[in-house]
């Protein structure tokens, strides 16, 4: 009896004792270590690019943050890796506990500016690697025209074109503007059985995406010359209902264009399944394992190809928390080294951010079938990323902006400006 | 030493009366004391926690930047999409218990009889219940694959359908696939549940009515039913709760999409977590006080019917 009850005490006390630690938890090491005798341990957060362990990105953090210890014995780098799909929830959790990193490497950088978390771009980093960053992208980073993001890989859209189905249907070259996708996708359709002729991927994926690059083919755009939101602007709307009139009610794309996400057409083109999309350098590899023979040309607008494409950077962040701005400094500068970003860009093959690189990699001859893509940067057209609200904003849009082709243009639209004006009165 | 024998003699009688009285009064405790920590630990503390969160303004980061008082309840009754989530939500609930329920009825009935074989069907009925509701639902998604699916080959090949159709991209189509799934997941459980209340129920009644020359329908409107009561109401109430917070099935399907059009509100809690964490929170507290508030009016209304004393 006896035994059993003190037995069951203990069993009480171990359980409670258990509970309340998993209460408790993190928030411990958050000073970063920064113990006596000038040594400092810099936390380093970065997303995973590889798709397997054999190339995650961990093995090239870990190369570079060995790398720079040896040439600054007095700063040891901590390297997590996280994967994308994980990413934002882990740092948002490091955030609410207090426990940040020192330098974040991830998809979006305004919301924690809004939060007053971030150095400035020119506290971490030298004159000389700031003046190295391509123009477009070094603006990118911008908010109320302070850098605060610092670009770390890009990637342009294009439309690809599947050269077989084109044949097929008698096409000669690729459309340059509305009409032509329309004619075309209507000759594919007619000709090419079994092809959806035009693949629109208006899914949660990247909605934000695909009907921004439809905007900014008939001038539009989510927002206006004074940076504020127009997203029910006459151009957009009218965008959407030449979508909705042109390609969808026609069957010429997806049945359901809201529900189809990115990677769907990326894998009916691979599949040649699809005779054409707007797309970025990762569909190469993806078309060349699909044995599709494709073409990339300049993205129809509504009179003339598109000037300006849609471009997509990652980013580089320094949180001020730990208060590491020299040693971080130092570590961004020899970071951004050539050697270094040539060598994850060539890796994942993904397109630079500085000119040094894009320089290298254009002239060396290796990577022919990212020139069409090399040209379109220095002139790329961004999100509004240095807009605090548009992570919020972007959620809205990937949501439901895609119901705008099988519904009410004006009112969806109507609907995500009223969204973004409450984000805009919030924030 | 003398001073201080008579203060201990006086008090061991009491002490003696405390220790006998000890497991009279505190007897339970220590054994159930795991289990009410554990509540509070795993019911209770994040309970408190949702609802605090509803009150805050947490950014996209996820910095909290003070208390956001009401606002986030405004904010969340003034969603163009709520009216017709809620609305969703009820026939959700509805069909899909009324049809788990009604299926199950006659299910336990064909497995309460005797056949060759019947142990082995019995195990093939848990099937879908063993695997993992999320897998279930991804498996269908993938079956009804416009361009890959093998149902929508089979019911072309079938002469069922004209072509293959994207059935989850339009609601229409989307919400019959949903209902099919979930009633295909909670069969199992509901179906075992009524099972055991049909072998609580004894021979010699059956026997008694047959004597007394009453139909088979008869025995079963007057005595199966009847008799079936407590099983049936556990399985109602266990499978309201389920259906209502369902969120494998919907999510693994559909995402909700497009939009929220084939969102129910535990669906639609999850997609405004990626704009507004509070607004958020402030939906899951809703949604507790709805799922509370019909289990609690259910219960009622099921002990008022079936006052028998």
Redesign the interface.
């Known amino acids: 009896m006896n035994k059993r009850?003190r037995a069951?005490?203990t069993?009480?006390a171990a359980?409670?004792l258990a509970?309340t630690a998993?209460?408790g938890g993190s928030g411990s090491d958050s000073d970063g270590g920064s113990a006596a005798g000038g040594s400092v341990t810099l936390k380093l957060v970065a997303a995973d690019y590889g798709e397997k362990e054999s190339n995650s990105s961990k093995t090239y953090w870990n190369g570079v943050a060995t790398a720079f210890t040896a040439a600054n014995p007095g700063i040891k780098v901590d390297v997590q890796v996280v994967n994308w799909n994980d990413i934002d929830t882990q740092?948002?959790?490091?955030?609410?506990s207090g426990n940040v990193p020192d330098v974040l490497q991830t998809g979006g950088y305004a919301?924690?500016v809004?939060?007053d978390?971030l150095y400035k771009a020119e506290d971490v980093l030298s004159a000389d690697t700031r003046a190295d960053f391509i123009q477009t992208f070094a603006q990118a980073g911008q908010v109320n025209g302070v850098q605060y993001g610092i670009p770390f890989v890009s990637s342009a859209r294009a439309l690809f074109y599947n050269k077989a189905v084109f044949q097929q249907a008698g096409i000669t070259q690729p459309p340059a503007t509305w009409d032509e996708v329309r004619k075309d996708a209507e000759l594919i359709k007619a000709k090419a059985p079994g092809v959806t002729p035009y693949a629109l991927p208006l899914?949660?994926e990247e909605a934000q995406g695909e009907s921004m690059i439809w905007e900014l083919g008939n001038g539009g755009g989510p927002t206006g010359k004074d940076g504020g939101y127009t997203l029910d602007s006459p151009a957009n709307v009218d965008t959407f209902r030449w979508l909705k009139a042109n390609l969808v009610d026609p069957g010429l794309t997806?049945?359901?264009p809201?529900?189809?996400d990115r990677k769907t057409a990326f894998a009916?083109f691979a599949a040649g399944?699809a005779g054409m999309l707007n797309g970025h350098p990762s569909l190469i590899q993806m078309a060349k394992d699909g044995k599709v023979d494709y073409g990339v040309a300049p993205i129809p607008g509504k009179s003339a190809p598109l000037a300006a494409t849609l471009g997509v950077a990652d980013w580089t962040m320094a949180f001020k928390k730990n208060g590491h701005r020299d040693q971080i400094r130092k570590f961004l500068d020899f970071a951004y080294s050539k050697e270094n970003t040539l060598a994850f860009d060539e890796t994942y093959n993904l397109m630079p951010v500085t000119q040094s690189t894009l320089h290298e990699m254009t002239a060396s001859g290796k990577h022919q079938d990212l020139e069409p893509f090399f040209a379109l940067l220095p002139q790329a057209a961004f999100y509004p990323l240095g807009d605090t609200t548009w992570?919020?904003v972007s959620?809205?849009l990937?949501?439901?902006i895609?119901?705008a082709v099988?519904g009410d243009p004006a009112k969806v639209l109507g609907?995500l400006q009223k969204?973004a004006k409450?984000a805009v009165a919030?924030k | 030493m003398s001073l201080n024998s008579p203060a201990r003699k006086a008090s061991r009688p009491g002490r003696r009366a405390s220790t006998g009285s000890r497991p009279g009064r505190l007897g339970p405790l220590p054994w159930i004391a795991p289990a009410v920590l554990l509540i509070l630990c795993v019911v209770l503390w994040p309970v408190y926690e949702m609802v605090r969160t509803s009150f805050l303004r947490i950014s996209t980061s996820g910095f909290v930047r003070g208390s956001a008082g009401l606002d986030k309840y405004r904010k969340l009754f003034g969603e163009a999409d709520l009216g017709h989530v809620l609305i969703s939500t009820v026939v959700w609930t509805l069909a899909v218990v009324g049809l788990t329920m009604l299926l199950s009825l006659g299910l336990a009935q064909l497995f309460n009889q005797r056949f060759p074989g019947r142990r082995f069907a019995r195990w093939a009925l848990i099937a879908p219940w063993a695997a993992s509701v999320l897998m279930t639902a991804i498996g269908f998604r993938w079956m009804l694959n416009q361009t890959a699916g093998v149902l929508n080959t089979a019911l072309t090949d079938l002469g069922l359908v004209d072509g293959p159709r994207d059935w989850l991209g339009d609601p229409s189509t989307a919400w019959p696939w949903m209902v099919f799934v979930a009633v295909f997941v909670s069969l199992p459980f509901t179906t075992y549940t009524l099972l055991a209340g049909l072998q609580t129920v004894p021979g010699e009644v059956y026997e008694a009515a047959r004597v007394d020359g009453a139909s088979p329908w008869q025995a079963y409107l007057r005595i199966t039913l009847p008799l079936l009561r407590p099983a049936f109401l556990v399985g109602v109430v266990i499978n309201l709760i389920n259906v209502f917070n369902s969120f494998p099935v919907i999510w693994g399907m559909t995402q909700g999409g497009p939009g929220s059009a084939t969102a129910t509100t535990t669906v639609f809690m999850y997609q405004l977590k990626t704009t507004d964490i509070g607004e958020s929170a402030a939906m899951s507290v809703v949604n507790f006080a709805l799922v509370v508030l019909m289990v609690l009016v259910f219960l009622k209304v099921s002990r008022w019917n079936g006052e028998e004393r």
């Open positions: 009850v069951l005490s069993m009480c359980g409670a509970l998993c209460g740092v948002k959790t490091m955030i609410q919301d924690k809004a939060d978390l899914g949660p997806y049945a359901n809201a529900t189809t009916d399944k992570d919020a959620a809205e990937k949501k439901s895609g119901t099988t609907d969204k409450d919030n």
